[in-house]
């Protein structure tokens, strides 16, 4: 336990930068706020305020959206000192990763957040304004392993901002693959049903065939195109 205490002490040392009053203040703002939305959907006609209220309550949205925007490049930070130190724990304390973070105040979901908003910077940089003004219900939502596969560059690309829109296309993916799967069962059945349908109608012309009694030309001439027929379905 005293060797574990001396490695977080460590960690924790390692993600303060100049002011550890700073990072206590910027960790504690992310973990409080869920102020990212960039896309605000609001009708402010339906208020009917004086126009002076309503230019300074839209100077509040814009102040509001800049900050958010300056939280998420802390959260990238934070989010790259946590994927450090956890490569340090998994060296010779595997299952210790979730016990630090946890002493530091931190929960799963924002550790995953960080991480993968972090990651996002990495694999895309050339996007890295847009994962910046992503929402954390974005970043979550991205990440779920149910999206198809082009979901997460279409967020990237700024073709999806909102985590509502993600999960709307996931029900519809779902609904789809449903709607796929029953037509496939349906035509499962529609081929037992004709491989029954067949055997019955060969053993009725095997039946006919043993019955023909005629040895005419006639006779021999339609056995050889039932002969042509039967050797075109082969």
Known sequence: MAKMADIQN??????????????????????????????????YDSLNLEKSDLEELQEHEKALLMQGKSLNRISIKIGEHLHKAKEILIKTHRDSFMEWYEALGLKKDQVSIFMNRYKLALDFPEAKDIILSLSDRVIKESINKKNPENLLERVVRGEIRTAEEIREIRKNISAGAEIFSKNIEEAQIVGENYKIKIGIQKDVIVDKVKAITKTDRETFEKLLKIQEILKSME
């Open 10 to 43: 460590k960690l924790r040392n390692a993600m303060k930068p100049n002011s550890s009053e700073t990072t206590e203040k910027a960790m504690n703002a992310i973990i409080n706020n869920d102020i990212r939305e960039v896309v605000i959907n609001f009708n």
